[in-house]
């Protein structure tokens, strides 16, 4: 069975700091992974879909990184903004989507 | 083009009352996703409908919860007699087809439940 996790669970970092967040899976048979932002009380907004066959996918100031061997990946955010608070959440495609708890993110001015 | 629309965006019931909760899906998608997210939890799926058909079920709680996406009209998802624990984030997602590496699913904005 599938399972994610995210570590850490919450995060505080200060304006302009770079920062990791983690992410697991145990299977590593993934069509893709994929992470993403909800703001509180809010949907979920993609961020980066990274398939099974690449090793990283970046947007901006987002890079993402996938070891299936592994079953790692991290998403990485340089020069951090008040703006990146959110709830960052991992999610792993097999046959369905299973997501991680995610991480609290929040920073500070 | 529209994104996936829920609503309503917030829902409240009493102990015992029926919620339904509606997702369109984005213009052109034909397979729709619901998720639940509980308190501080992660999203977990509960069930896949194409038009007119449930391929997967298997997160569904056995009682109380149902689901439909008929050939015209929105995706419903139903829960009858709520209770406290119901109380969550139901999210909707969808998809132009099923499965496969490079099928990404569409979320929309959720329906926040509270059972009083």
């Known amino acids: 069975k599938q399972e994610v996790t995210q570590i850490p669970a919450a995060l505080s970092v200060p304006e302009g700091e770079n920062l990791v967040l983690n992410c697991s899976f145990t299977?590593?048979?993934?069509?893709?992974l994929q992470w993403f932002r909800q703001d509180p009380g809010k949907g979920l907004t993609s961020l980066l879909l990274?398939?099974?066959?690449?090793r990283e996918q970046t947007s901006g100031r987002l890079n993402a990184s996938l070891d299936k061997s592994s079953g790692r990946s991290t998403l990485y955010i340089a020069a951090s903004q008040p703006g990146d608070s959110a709830t960052y959440l991992c999610a792993v495609r097999d046959d369905k989507i299973i997501f991680g708890k995610g991480t609290r993110l929040h920073i500070l001015p | 083009n529209a994104g996936v629309m829920q609503n309503p965006r917030h829902l409240v019931r009493r102990r015992g009352q029926e919620a339904r909760l509606r997702c369109s899906p984005m213009k052109g998608h034909s397979h729709v996703y619901w998720y639940r997210q509980l308190p501080e939890e992660g999203l977990k799926f509960m069930v896949y409908?194409?038009?007119?058909?449930?391929?997967?079920e298997s997160g569904m709680p056995k009682e109380r919860f149902s689901a439909e996406f008929p050939k015209e009209g929105p995706s419903i998802l139903r829960i009858q007699q709520v209770v406290r624990g119901d109380s969550a984030a139901y999210f909707c997602?969808?998809?132009?087809?099923?499965?496969?590496?490079?099928?990404?699913?569409?979320f929309g904005p959720g329906t926040r439940l509270t059972v009083l």
């Open positions: 997602a969808s998809s132009p087809q099923p499965g496969g590496a490079y099928n990404e699913q569409f």
């Open positions: 990274i398939q099974s066959s690449q």
């Open positions: 409908l194409q038009k007119e058909n449930i391929i997967d």
């Open positions: 299977d590593s048979a993934i069509y893709n």
